[in-house]
């Protein structure tokens, strides 16, 4: 692993080398490759904090971080606290006034809470403004916009005790909102809920109005909305009538909603951070519970401990099917576990239940669902049970595989099972739901069948195997094919349940279903291994849900429809059937609760229930892998203004021969013209950066109107002689159909990007994402294992990776064996069947622009120089997430033909700022045994064994 991160960072240095060549020659707005390499936390904080505060860079602001870790702990909030306090006071860096020095502490600490990969300390903190108490005094008054909301509610929660902790320490008052300010967040948040988009928590008049009277800040915003408040308008202290999204988040999915979050940690340290004046969170959570307790809808009890939780069917969009309510029978089936393609929020269902609905579900589709909770990306497991359907001929099928499915699509009436969902504990565990039962699986029923042979043969499987009379070690390694004569030997001989696959849905049907069930049986031949039933229909047994027909079709039973005359149930299950009803030798018990409960007491082999817990899902997002594109499309940042005409299209601008819009204004000395590039098309000198101010209506270098001075101005520039400059630099006669620009630039300087960028990428068919960046979108899947015959990658390129043994220590030699993915190697979509471009086909070309800009706008030499898909294997991306700031390295080792983008956990799990803590349990196997631990305790006896190797675990270090 070692030898792995080596040559990731080893390759990231060239790379960043070949950027820096590039950058420096002067041909982009800045000379620096402007993305800081951060291999910890707090590299991160500093380098996102550097973006608005340079300053901040190299100001010794990591190792204090790093101090406050080893003392309070890493992610401990006092750290934020501490390092924002120190910020303020100007310790590391002076910053032009004391107002922005407490300014930047805060957005380190938010910075710090968030992990440094979110943009809520820029964006979605946007400014400290110093206001006036009714008696003089000053107070602070916070300022929040919607990407707050990227901090997550705790994050945007602490970012309001980190403001009211330097508020403290440098000696400001609390806040003094009288009555109409109070009412006017209680008016806001309402107006936004309903107007705006729903709030995930949307508290009550009472809880706002005594957060908002109890905080010793003010919560503000710059307006968001169109649409007015409803009331409490003009007030002196809030600025704008417009609704503000940033405060209704801050108070609403943060403070209130994390109240309890945030009191735990309090009570712990929050009197000696000098923040005992939020014990008002004691009586908060006393009023929201009286609220709650008010709210909760008086229901009669049925006795059952799981109940039906309908939330994932609000907010349902349309076009996105429910798929089963819930709890509903022959709904997903719920099974522990955890496939190499699944976990972390990534589960698994069969693939003949995808092609049973239609094809209407697919890999990378986002499913809503009853429980645990949350969303999840769907995966396929083929060692699952899949649907149980009836066909139009009245027939009943188990498919067990996709050619099944495939054969029986256009024949299916119903699903009467839509299979198993394969969920992983650990979304339970993170999701804090707990257990529920599942149905009995072949798992399940391997550990019985050990526990057995340990408890009579002290383990030994060759004397259990011959005095069973059965291979056992054979049918542990495949208890999903066992025969109904090898499983009845087992149950017998080792006093274990029926097998699974042989074993129906006995629980779902009632004593009258059941009986009805036996009198029809009655009526048929049994024989050894067939079972043949009359063929009759009759309406009131029906109606009355006791139709027998139905009742073998709720089991599960498959059996076929002949001549519509007879019902045909053959060979192995048929013999399940007749054995769990004992042959019908035994009398009607009318105190009987279900079918399992009357199997049970007539057959002498115990059988358990089949059906467990049926999980409700509806299908939320498609699966999704395509090119992020902005709106109009455009190939280059460059605007083209009117000029440009409805495609903005440089093609008509050139027409015109000029574009008006908002431009830079540089000059080069050397050959006295204007320019809009940091370097002169003219002559290539170095150009110099001129100012421009607004209200005196004229270029100047210094001037008493700061605010209104820019360094650019509304002009007008001849688009064609740019752009002949380019293409002769291109060495080109014809150019691509459509080059398409943008109307105006929107950053802070307008420097536009180079017009040989825009040609080239149009030649290559990509396009530009808002940050200048080329953007695939793809639906994040995990996966721990794969085999090389899965991602098209030879033995030799993997080999060439470092994957030179599979799983279980064999050396690489095919391409079906199983290989464990290193954490930072991914799998690009490459679905040949979807209406968008693979990832493979758009990396492909990305790199055929970079080669070309390298080529001909820097005169360096060409860095990928690929031709085909497999030429992209061992190079790096950058994995980002939307909410995040931050890209994660990673590199290519092949592609799949799906919508999803593969990758390792902890990939995913660095893009999603998820990280365990000290205190978090985790599972750990020696070689022998798993066993559940502290993750503190494991690494602690780590640290006792391999000293040296704990800061590379990025773990904390404690005396």
């Given at each position: 692993?070692?030898?792995?991160?080596?040559?990731?960072?080893?390759?990231?240095?060239?790379?960043?080398?070949?950027?820096?060549?590039?950058?420096?020659?002067?041909?982009?707005?800045?000379?620096?490759?402007?993305?800081?390499?951060?291999?910890?936390?707090?590299?991160?904080?500093?380098?996102?904090?550097?973006?608005?505060?340079?300053?901040?860079?190299?100001?010794?602001?990591?190792?204090?971080?790093?101090?406050?870790?080893?003392?309070?702990?890493?992610?401990?909030?006092?750290?934020?606290?501490?390092?924002?306090?120190?910020?303020?006071?100007?310790?590391?860096?002076?910053?032009?006034?004391?107002?922005?020095?407490?300014?930047?502490?805060?957005?380190?600490?938010?910075?710090?809470?968030?992990?440094?990969?979110?943009?809520?300390?820029?964006?979605?903190?946007?400014?400290?403004?110093?206001?006036?108490?009714?008696?003089?005094?000053?107070?602070?008054?916070?300022?929040?916009?919607?990407?707050?909301?990227?901090?997550?509610?705790?994050?945007?929660?602490?970012?309001?005790?980190?403001?009211?902790?330097?508020?403290?320490?440098?000696?400001?008052?609390?806040?003094?909102?009288?009555?109409?300010?109070?009412?006017?967040?209680?008016?806001?948040?309402?107006?936004?809920?309903?107007?705006?988009?729903?709030?995930?928590?949307?508290?009550?008049?009472?809880?706002?109005?005594?957060?908002?009277?109890?905080?010793?800040?003010?919560?503000?915003?710059?307006?968001?909305?169109?649409?007015?408040?409803?009331?409490?308008?003009?007030l002196e202290r809030v600025e704008t009538n417009k609704i503000r999204n940033g405060p209704c988040l801050v108070l609403g999915e943060g403070l209130c909603q994390k109240a309890p979050k945030l009191l735990k940690q309090l009570d712990k340290w929050g009197k000696d951070m000098d923040l005992g004046h939020w014990k008002f969170l004691e009586e908060f959570l006393k009023i929201q519970k009286k609220i709650k307790a008010r709210e909760e809808v008086k229901k009669v009890d049925d006795g059952s401990k799981i109940k039906p939780d309908y939330t994932f069917i609000k907010d349902l969009v349309a076009g996105r099917p429910?798929?089963?309510?819930?709890?509903?029978?022959?709904?997903?089936?719920?099974?522990?576990?955890?496939?190499?393609?699944?976990?972390?929020?990534?589960?698994?269902?069969?693939?003949?239940?995808?092609?049973?609905?239609?094809?209407?579900?697919?890999?990378?589709?986002?499913?809503?669902?009853?429980?645990?909770?949350?969303?999840?990306?769907?995966?396929?497991?083929?060692?699952?049970?899949?649907?149980?359907?009836?066909?139009?001929?009245?027939?009943?099928?188990?498919?067990?595989?996709?050619?099944?499915?495939?054969?029986?699509?256009?024949?299916?009436?119903?699903?009467?099972?839509?299979?198993?969902?394969?969920?992983?504990?650990?979304?339970?565990?993170?999701?804090?739901?707990?257990?529920?039962?599942?149905?009995?699986?072949?798992?399940?029923?391997?550990?019985?069948?050990?526990?057995?042979?340990?408890?009579?043969?002290?383990?030994?499987?060759?004397?259990?195997?011959?005095?069973?009379?059965?291979?056992?070690?054979?049918?542990?390694?495949?208890?999903?094919?066992?025969?109904?004569?090898?499983?009845?030997?087992?149950?017998?001989?080792?006093?274990?349940?029926?097998?699974?696959?042989?074993?129906?849905?006995?629980?779902?049907?009632?004593?009258?279903?059941?009986?009805?069930?036996?009198?029809?049986?009655?009526?048929?031949?049994?024989?050894?291994?067939?079972?043949?039933?009359?063929?009759?229909?009759?309406?009131?047994?029906?109606?009355?849900?006791?139709?027998?027909?139905?009742?073998?079709?709720?089991?599960?039973?498959?059996?076929?429809?002949?001549?519509?005359?007879?019902?045909?149930?053959?060979?192995?299950?048929?013999?399940?059937?007749?054995?769990?009803?004992?042959?019908?030798?035994?009398?009607?018990?009318?105190?009987?609760?279900?079918?399992?409960?009357?199997?049970?007491?007539?057959?002498?082999?115990?059988?358990?229930?089949?059906?467990?817990?049926?999980?409700?899902?509806?299908?939320?997002?498609?699966?999704?892998?395509?090119?992020?594109?902005?709106?109009?499309?455009?190939?280059?940042?460059?605007?083209?203004?009117?000029?440009?005409?409805?495609?903005?299209?440089?093609?008509?601008?050139?027409?015109?021969?000029?574009?008006?819009?908002?431009?830079?204004?540089?000059?080069?000395?050397?050959?006295?013209?204007?320019?809009?590039?940091?370097?002169?098309?003219?002559?290539?000198?170095?150009?110099?950066?001129?100012?421009?101010?607004?209200?005196?209506?004229?270029?100047?270098?210094?001037?008493?109107?700061?605010?209104?001075?820019?360094?650019?101005?509304?002009?007008?520039?001849?688009?064609?002689?740019?752009?002949?400059?380019?293409?002769?630099?291109?060495?080109?006669?014809?150019?691509?159909?459509?080059?398409?620009?943008?109307?105006?630039?929107?950053?802070?300087?307008?420097?536009?990007?180079?017009?040989?960028?825009?040609?080239?990428?149009?030649?290559?068919?990509?396009?530009?994402?808002?940050?200048?960046?080329?953007?695939?979108?793809?639906?994040?899947?995990?996966?721990?294992?794969?085999?090389?015959?899965?991602?098209?990658?030879?033995?030799?390129?993997?080999?060439?990776?470092?994957?030179?043994?599979?799983?279980?220590?064999?050396?690489?030699?095919?391409?079906?064996?199983?290989?464990?993915?290193?954490?930072?190697?991914?799998?690009?979509?490459?679905?040949?069947?979807?209406?968008?471009?693979?990832?493979?086909?758009?990396?492909?070309?990305?790199?055929?622009?970079?080669?070309?800009?390298?080529?001909?706008?820097?005169?360096?030499?060409?860095?990928?120089?690929?031709?085909?898909?497999?030429?992209?294997?061992?190079?790096?991306?950058?994995?980002?997430?939307?909410?995040?700031?931050?890209?994660?390295?990673?590199?290519?080792?092949?592609?799949?033909?799906?919508?999803?983008?593969?990758?390792?956990?902890?990939?995913?799990?660095?893009?999603?700022?998820?990280?365990?803590?000290?205190?978090?349990?985790?599972?750990?196997?020696?070689?022998?045994?798993?066993?559940?631990?502290?993750?503190?305790?494991?690494?602690?006896?780590?640290?006792?064994?391999?000293?040296?190797?704990?800061?590379?675990?990025?773990?904390?270090?404690?005396?």
């Open positions: 692993m070692e030898k792995y991160h080596k040559e990731l960072n080893d390759k990231l240095k060239i790379v960043y080398g070949v950027a820096q060549k590039a950058r420096i020659q002067g041909l982009d707005p800045r000379d620096e490759v402007e993305i800081p390499i951060a291999k910890n936390m707090a590299e991160r904080v500093e380098g996102l904090i550097s973006v608005v505060a340079p300053q901040v860079k190299g100001s010794g602001i990591v190792e204090r971080i790093q101090e406050f870790e080893i003392k309070f702990g890493k992610l401990d909030w006092r750290v934020a606290l501490n390092i924002a306090e120190e910020v303020a006071r100007e310790k590391f860096c002076k910053f032009k006034d004391k107002r922005e020095a407490m300014e930047v502490g805060i957005r380190v600490g938010i910075a710090y809470v968030t992990n440094g990969v979110v943009a809520s300390p820029l964006e979605g903190f946007t400014q400290l403004k110093i206001r006036k108490r009714r008696d003089g005094k000053e107070y602070f008054a916070l300022y929040f916009s919607g990407p707050i909301r990227s901090a997550g509610g705790t994050g945007a929660s602490v970012s309001v005790i980190i403001g009211d902790y330097i508020r403290k320490k440098m000696g400001y008052a609390e806040f003094d909102p009288d009555e109409r300010e109070i009412k006017r967040f209680t008016t806001e948040l309402t107006d936004y809920h309903e107007k705006v988009t729903n709030l995930q928590y949307f508290p009550s008049a009472e809880e706002l109005e005594f957060m908002v009277s109890n905080l010793a800040v003010q919560i503000d915003g710059d307006p968001s909305e169109k649409y007015d408040v409803s009331n409490y308008k003009d429910v798929l089963t309510h819930p709890l509903r029978t022959g709904g997903f089936r719920l099974r522990y576990g955890r496939a190499r393609n699944t976990g972390l929020s990534s589960n698994a269902i069969h693939p003949a239940t995808m092609f049973v609905l239609n094809n209407y579900i697919a890999v990378g589709t986002q499913i809503k669902m009853e429980r645990p909770g949350k969303a999840s990306a769907l995966s396929l497991c083929d060692t699952i049970e899949g649907p149980i359907i009836k066909l139009k001929d009245q027939s009943v099928i188990l498919l067990s595989n996709a050619e099944e499915a495939k054969k029986y699509a256009g024949d299916v009436e119903e699903i009467l099972f839509l299979g198993d969902i394969l969920i992983s504990y650990g979304d339970f565990f993170n999701r804090a739901h707990m257990l529920v039962p599942c149905g009995y699986n072949e798992e399940w029923w391997a550990r019985e069948i050990e526990k057995a042979i340990e408890k009579k043969f002290n383990g030994n499987i060759e004397k259990a195997s011959e005095f069973v009379g059965v291979k056992i070690q054979r049918i542990l390694l495949d208890p999903f094919n066992v025969s109904f004569s090898n499983a009845l030997k087992i149950s017998e001989k080792l006093d274990v349940p029926f097998v699974p696959r042989l074993t129906y849905h006995w629980k779902d049907i009632n004593k009258e279903q059941f009986n009805s069930l036996v009198s029809w049986v009655r009526q048929g031949a049994i024989n050894e291994d067939r079972v043949v039933l009359p063929f009759v229909y009759d309406i009131n047994s029906d109606l009355r849900d006791t139709d027998p027909k139905r009742v073998l079709e709720l089991l599960g039973v498959p059996h076929k429809v002949v001549g519509k005359e007879h019902v045909v149930v053959e060979g192995d299950y048929a013999k399940a059937l007749v054995l769990s009803l004992n042959s019908l030798e035994f009398k009607e018990d009318k105190v009987l609760e279900n079918g399992l409960d009357a199997v049970n007491k007539i057959c002498y082999i115990t059988q358990r229930d089949k059906s467990g817990t049926f999980i409700g899902a509806r299908m939320g997002r498609p699966e999704k892998a395509k090119m992020r594109k902005m709106t109009g499309k455009p190939h280059c940042l460059f605007p083209v203004g009117d000029e440009g005409g409805r495609m903005r299209s440089f093609q008509s601008a050139i027409g015109v021969g000029r574009v008006t819009g908002d431009f830079p204004l540089y000059v080069c000395n050397k050959c006295n013209s204007d320019s809009i590039y940091p370097i002169c098309v003219k002559c290539n000198g170095r150009t110099e950066k001129q100012s421009y101010c607004y209200t005196c209506k004229k270029e100047t270098e210094k001037c008493e109107h700061a605010d209104t001075i820019k360094t650019y101005k509304r002009r007008e520039i001849l688009i064609r002689d740019y752009f002949k400059q380019a293409q002769d630099k291109l060495g080109i006669n014809e150019l691509p159909e459509l080059i398409k620009g943008i109307r105006g630039l929107s950053s802070e300087e307008h420097v536009p990007e180079n017009l040989i960028k825009g040609i080239l990428r149009a030649a290559n068919d990509v396009y530009v994402n808002k940050d200048g960046t080329i953007r695939y979108d793809a639906t994040e899947l995990t996966i721990t294992h794969f085999k090389p015959i899965e991602i098209g990658t030879s033995i030799v390129k993997l080999k060439e990776l470092g994957y030179e043994y599979d799983v279980y220590g064999n050396p690489l030699e095919k391409d079906t064996q199983i290989i464990e993915i290193k954490p930072q190697d991914v799998i690009i979509p490459a679905c040949k069947e979807s209406l968008d471009e693979g990832g493979d086909d758009i990396l492909l070309r990305s790199c055929k622009f970079i080669d070309g800009m390298l080529k001909y706008m820097y005169n360096l030499e060409p860095f990928y120089n690929v031709d085909e898909r497999e030429d992209l294997v061992g190079h790096l991306i950058m994995a980002i997430a939307p909410h995040i700031s931050a890209g994660i390295i990673c590199r290519i080792i092949g592609f799949s033909n799906t919508q999803g983008f593969y990758a390792h956990p902890m990939l995913h799990c660095a893009v999603r700022r998820d990280c365990f803590s000290y205190n978090t349990f985790i599972p750990i196997y020696d070689g022998k045994l798993w066993r559940i631990v502290f993750l503190i305790t494991h690494l602690s006896q780590f640290m006792m064994e391999n000293y040296g190797e704990m800061l590379k675990l990025g773990s904390l270090l404690r005396n």
